[in-house]
C-alpha cells in the first residue's frame, strides 16, 4: 500500500521560509519523478502549486519551491504570507498508474 | 475560461447507483487526461480514477475498484463517474480535475467545485 508521509502542522512567522517533507515509504512511487503539491484553503478545491517535483504552474508565486532527494520531496514557502495559512497536500504517481496523496499539513503563519 | 463543473451527487441509500457528470470548457477535452478525486469531510483528497485523453486507459484506486467506472464522452466534453454498490463510506465531495498531460502524470492542474455524495445506510 502507497503511502505519503507529511507532519501534521508547520508554523512560521510572516516573511520566514518554511520546508514541508513528504517522504514516500513505499517503493511503488519509483524514481518519485512525479511528485505534485497541493494547497488548500477551507472549503476550497486544491490549487496544484509544483508539479513534477520542482515545476511551478503558470500564476503560482515564484516564493513556491519544490525539491527532492531520495524517497523525500520538500515543498518550500519563502517570504510567508498571511495568505499562504493553508493545508498542503503532496501527491505522486505510483508504478501501477494510480495516485497517492500526503497525510497532509496545516500551515500556520504567525 | 478554463472550467470544469461537477454534477449528480446527491443522497442515496446504501447500494443504490450514482452517476456524476462533469463537463468541461475552455480547453481542448480530448488531449487530457482526467481525474476523479474524493474527500470525505474533514478527511484529505483521494484520488480514485482516472482517464486517458482518448478512454482506451483507465485507472482505479483499490478502494472502488470493481464498484466505481470511469467513461468520457469527448464529442460533449463531459467526463463520467459511475458509482456502484455505494457505501456510507463512499461519503464526500467528488470533485473532477484535468491533468497537464494525455497520460496521467498525476499533475491536476484544473479543478472542479465538488458535487456532494452522501450514502446512508
Known amino acids: 500500500q502507497s503511502a505519503l508521509t507529511q507532519p501534521a502542522s508547520v508554523s512560521g512567522f510572516r516573511e520566514q521560509s518554511i520546508t514541508i517533507p513528504c517522504t514516500a515509504t513505499?517503493?511503488?512511487?519509483?524514481?518519485?519523478?512525479?511528485v505534485s503539491w497541493y494547497q488548500q484553503h477551507p472549503d476550497k478545491a486544491p490549487k496544484l502549486v509544483i508539479y513534477?517535483?520542482?515545476n511551478r504552474p503558470s500564476g503560482v508565486s515564484n516564493r513556491f519551491s519544490g525539491s527532492k532527494s531520495g524517497n523525500t520531496a520538500s515543498l518550500t514557502i519563502s517570504g510567508l504570507q498571511p495568505a499562504d495559512e493553508a493545508d498542503y497536500y503532496c501527491?505522486?504517481?505510483?508504478?501501477?498508474?494510480?495516485?497517492?496523496f500526503g497525510t497532509g499539513t496545516k500551515v500556520t503563519v504567525l | 475560461e478554463v472550467q470544469l463543473v461537477e454534477s449528480g451527487g446527491g443522497l442515496v441509500h446504501f447500494g443504490v447507483p450514482l452517476r456524476l457528470s462533469c463537463v468541461a470548457s475552455g480547453f481542448t477535452f480530448n488531449i487530457y487526461a482526467m481525474s476523479w478525486v474524493r474527500q470525505a469531510p474533514g478527511k484529505g483528497p483521494e484520488w480514485i480514477s482516472a482517464?486517458?485523453?482518448?478512454?482506451?486507459?483507465?485507472h482505479y484506486a483499490d478502494s472502488v475498484k470493481g464498484r466505481f467506472f470511469v467513461s468520457r464522452d469527448n464529442s460533449k466534453k463531459t467526463l463520467y463517474l459511475q458509482l456502484n454498490d455505494l457505501r456510507p463510506d463512499d461519503t464526500a465531495l467528488y470533485f473532477c480535475?484535468?491533468?497537464?498531460?494525455?497520460?496521467?502524470?498525476?499533475?491536476?492542474?484544473?479543478w472542479g467545485q465538488g458535487t456532494m455524495v452522501t450514502v446512508s445506510s
Open positions: 480535475a484535468k491533468d497537464r498531460n494525455n497520460g496521467l502524470v498525476a499533475a491536476l492542474e484544473i
Open positions: 482517464i486517458s485523453g482518448s478512454g482506451a486507459d483507465s
Open positions: 513505499s517503493g511503488d512511487v519509483g524514481d518519485y519523478q512525479y
Open positions: 513534477g517535483v520542482t
Open positions: 501527491s505522486s504517481k505510483t508504478t501501477s498508474s494510480t495516485v497517492v
